[in-house]
T-cell receptor, first 110, second 115 residues
């Protein structure tokens, strides 16, 4: 199946710093989702985007649906230790089948 | 409200043995998904059910994998016989409606190790 490209693959940042990551696809999508996965757990939905150009926030997290519909971005402001985990993007054209990205591993250094 | 329940959480078997995973979705969720997540990768869809009907099983290796959701509630995924390459985390997810908000809620997964 298709896997979306996420970058960076991993990030090591100091607590308090802002984080930016992105996700790209070779095909267009109508829905973008961002998930966070902790070790030994399933992914947890953070933000859902349904319209090109849409900018949506969830606390310190902000995500954007790219204008081209082939990319999406996630920003985390003022990172804290509990932000540690793997962040996955997921895109879908129909809302039925979602293709997941390869993940961005975030490490926050206190 | 209880989340998606999966069991077992871990399973270690020898190759060529059969194995089964069980999933109970969130109450009232009509759509159920089985994903496989290889180490360092994102989840990949194996099969999607709407109620008791498998509406997308194009990625399910049907020679050795099978799944069922007989009463449209809980589901079982089976592998027989297991191969070394089947080692992965098998995730179950559910959503209220297919093609709706797309909000899939995941279970904790079953980590399968094939020796």
């Amino acid at each position: 199946g298709q896997q979306l490209n996420q970058s960076p693959q991993s990030m090591f940042i100091q607590e308090g710093e802002d984080v930016s990551m992105n996700c790209t696809s070779s095909s267009i999508f109508n829905t973008w989702l961002w998930y966070k996965q902790d070790p030994g757990e399933g992914p947890v939905l953070l933000i859902a985007l349904y319209k090109a150009g849409e900018l949506t926030s969830n606390g310190r997290l902000t995500a954007q649906f790219g204008i081209t519909r082939k990319d999406s971005f996630l920003n985390i402001s003022a990172s804290i230790p509990s932000d540690v985990g793997i962040y996955f993007c997921a895109g879908s054209l129909t809302g039925n089948q979602f293709y997941f990205g390869t993940g961005t591993s975030l490490t926050v250094i206190p | 409200e209880a989340g998606v329940v999966q069991s077992p959480r871990y399973k270690i078997i020898e190759k060529k043995q059969p194995v089964a995973f069980w999933c109970n979705p969130i109450s009232g969720h009509n759509t159920l998904y089985w994903y496989r997540q290889n180490l360092g990768q994102g989840p990949e869809l194996l099969i999607r059910y709407e109620n008791e009907e498998a509406v997308d099983d194009s990625q399910l290796p049907k020679d050795r994998f099978s799944a069922e959701r007989l009463k449209g509630v809980d589901s079982t995924l089976k592998i027989q016989p297991a191969e070394l390459g089947d080692s992965a985390v098998y995730l179950c997810a559910s959503s209220l409606l297919a093609g709706g908000s797309g909000e899939q809620f995941f279970g904790p997964g079953t980590r399968l190790t094939v020796l």
